[in-house]
């Protein structure tokens, strides 16, 4: 099976902008959640979607949201950019026992 | 607060010491914990969950309620062990939820030959 995959993998915008990252899981797999990872606060939760509803959320600004199609891909959007929102951000699909993690989208803010 | 505290931002020993990483959480209940392992330029992945009490490529955790940890441990270090070390929890226990998890800030081990 294909793994999970991440577009795009690099990203840089300026303050204030919004960015919109994407996420497809691996086949068969109904539950996404997202991270973010940063040097200082290490890997964050953001949400977790299952079956195209959130089921769990991080606590991070409203700016953050995201969604789940029913292909199961999921997006996440970051709206009004802060330079604080540099970081990587791991998507991963998750079996319930497992979370299989993508190889992130790199986004810096300038 | 659930929390998961990794004291140790680098442990270094030598191939064939043993090694240990150690892990503490905070939690009510009981927990679900896991060790994730990121070797270099690969993707975070599993490398063992408490309740499968499974020993995957030579390392085995124990879970100790009392003390809140649950360090990992080798007795034999090999070169191809050095990687980013990952503590984490289900703060929704057992049976809930793996979705949401709690990870510690990681320790990078590094064994040298």
Redesign the interface.
């Known amino acids: 099976k294909a ?2 995959t991440q577009t795009p993998r690099y990203l840089i915008k300026t303050r204030g902008q919004q960015v919109t990252l994407s996420c497809s899981p691996i086949s068969g797999h109904r ?3 997202w ?1 973010q990872q940063t040097p200082g606060q ?4 953001l949400f ?1 979607y ?1 079956s195209e509803t959130q ?2 959320k ?1 606590n991070f600004p409203g700016r953050f949201s995201g969604r789940q199609f029913s292909n199961s891909r999921s997006e996440m959007n970051v709206s009004t950019l802060e330079l604080g929102d540099s970081a990587l951000y ?1 998507c ?1 699909s ?1 079996t ?8 992130g989208t790199r986004l810096t803010v300038l | 607060a659930q929390r998961v505290t990794q004291p140790e931002k680098l442990l270094s020993v030598f191939k064939g010491a043993p090694v240990e990483l150690k892990c503490n959480y905070s939690y009510s209940g009981s927990p679900e914990l896991f060790w994730y392992v990121q070797y270099s330029r690969q993707r975070l992945q599993l490398l063992l969950r408490h309740i499968s009490r499974e020993s995957i490529k030579g390392f085995t955790a124990d879970l100790n309620k009392g003390e809140t940890s649950f360090h990992l441990k080798k007795p034999f270090a090999q070169e191809e062990d050095s990687a980013m070390y990952y503590c984490a929890l289900s703060p929704e226990g057992y049976g809930g939820s793996q979705g949401n998890l709690i990870f510690g800030k990681g320790t990078k081990l590094s064994v040298k030959p």
Request: hydrophobic fraction near 40%; aromatic fraction near 20%.
């Open positions: 793994g999970v539950s996404v959640s991270y290490g890997l964050q939760f977790e299952f089921r769990n991080g791991l991963a998750n319930g026992v497992e979370q299989f993690f993508g190889p």
